[in-house]
């Protein structure tokens, strides 16, 4: 007895019918596959906390070393001295603009 593989339901004209996350999946892909080209990957060699992902577990063009558990601060050392920012311009629309800081 020959197994038989399930056809895929058709739109009328022939196009198939697919879920929404499986077009998700394949735009996704294709958009990777188009901004990697050209793109040289260079070896990653892993070491423990970290482990190797790989490019189509990460949705990147190169594969990454990936650690869950390691907490690294954010460095904040460039915003010593930076102000809250600068306030609205005095021409500006007092009511449109309200509270806006740039």
Do not use: H
């Amino acid at each position: 007895q020959a197994s038989r593989v399930a056809q895929p339901k058709l739109f009328p004209g022939g196009l198939p019918i697919v879920s929404p996350e499986a077009m998700k999946a394949v735009l996704f892909a294709t958009l990777v596959g188009l901004a990697s080209a050209g793109i040289t990957c260079k070896p990653v060699d892993c070491k423990p906390p970290f482990k190797y992902q790989s490019p189509e577990e990460t949705g990147t063009c190169c594969p990454l070393c990936w650690a869950d558990s390691i907490k690294v601060p954010g460095d904040r050392s460039w915003a010593k001295g930076v102000s809250g920012g600068v306030g609205m311009n005095n021409n500006a629309d007092p009511i449109l603009c309200r509270d806006v800081v740039c």
